[in-house]
T-cell receptor, first 114, second 112 residues
Framework: ETGVTQSPTHLIKTRGQQVTLRCSSQ?????VSWYQQALGQGPQFIFQ???????GRGNFPPRFSGLQFPNYSSELNVNALELDDSALYLC?????????????FGSGTQLSVL | GDSVTQMEGPVTLSEEAFLTINCTYT??????LFWYVQYPGEGLQLLLK?????DKGSNKGFEATYRKETTSFHLEKGSVQVSDSAVYFC???????????FGTGTQLKVEL
């Protein structure tokens, strides 16, 4: 077990709705990143937060947004949901500046958009 | 842009068989290379990594060597066990941080 927890584990939404996914980082970790894993595909990088600011973003539209809180927990928000947003969303935390910046992944939130 | 190509699965082996999962990459600069494993119902776990050419990453009997000349990072294990059944992802990063580029994953099934 990695110490990274995500909630909820499963979620069903309809097209056009908004969704918020939550992640609690491993204790002491100050960096969090989010990935989207479509069925049968590898995870794709959405963005990264360090000290409550976004400091890296993949090829995702602005309706994907995030927050990182002072306790280093994080949220991923997706507006105007589309059918193609159906995927497993993974959160990963790490300690920026550590000699071995190892990523620790949560088990993910499975989002289904109908 | 960066990309990772893995052999398609599923790969089905008998216990104690030799495993190779091929991985090749395209990257700008000098990437660090990784293998992650995903067991059913769990998140990704780092299996091994290599940060420069000719480095060999190893863990739990798995090995992979960073081959710059062939842009490859093939995963090998001499004798697989049923408990190795999982999906294996090859990945790279060129910018450091948490921005990993993953392959599509290779499912491994090990049977008795």
């Amino acid at each position: 077990e990695t110490g990274v927890t995500q909630s909820p584990t499963h979620l069903i939404k309809t097209r056009g709705q908004q969704v918020t996914l939550r992640c609690s980082s491993q204790s002491g970790h100050n960096t969090v990143s989010w990935y989207q894993q479509a069925l049968g595909q590898g995870p794709q990088f959405i963005f990264q937060y360090y000290r409550e600011e976004e400091n890296g973003r993949g090829n995702f539209p602005p309706r994907f947004s995030g927050l990182q809180f002072p306790n280093y927990s994080s949220e991923l928000n997706v507006n105007a949901l589309e059918l193609d947003d159906s995927a497993l969303y993974l959160c990963a935390s790490s300690l920026e500046g550590a000699r071995d910046e190892k990523l620790f992944f949560g088990s993910g939130t499975q989002l289904s958009v109908l | 842009g960066d990309s990772v190509t893995q052999m398609e699965g599923p790969v089905t082996l008998s216990e104690e068989a030799f495993l190779t999962i091929n991985c090749t990459y395209t990257a700008t600069g000098y990437p660090s290379l990784f293998w992650y494993v995903q067991y059913p119902g769990e998140g990704l776990q780092l299996l091994l990594k290599a940060t420069k050419a000719d480095d060999k990453g190893s863990n739990k009997g798995f090995e992979a060597t960073y081959r710059k000349e062939t842009t490859s990072f093939h995963l090998e294990k001499g004798s697989v066990q049923v408990s190795d059944s999982a999906v294996y992802f090859c990945a790279l990063t060129t910018g450091g941080g948490n921005k990993l580029t993953f392959g599509t994953g290779t499912q491994l099934k090990v049977e008795l």
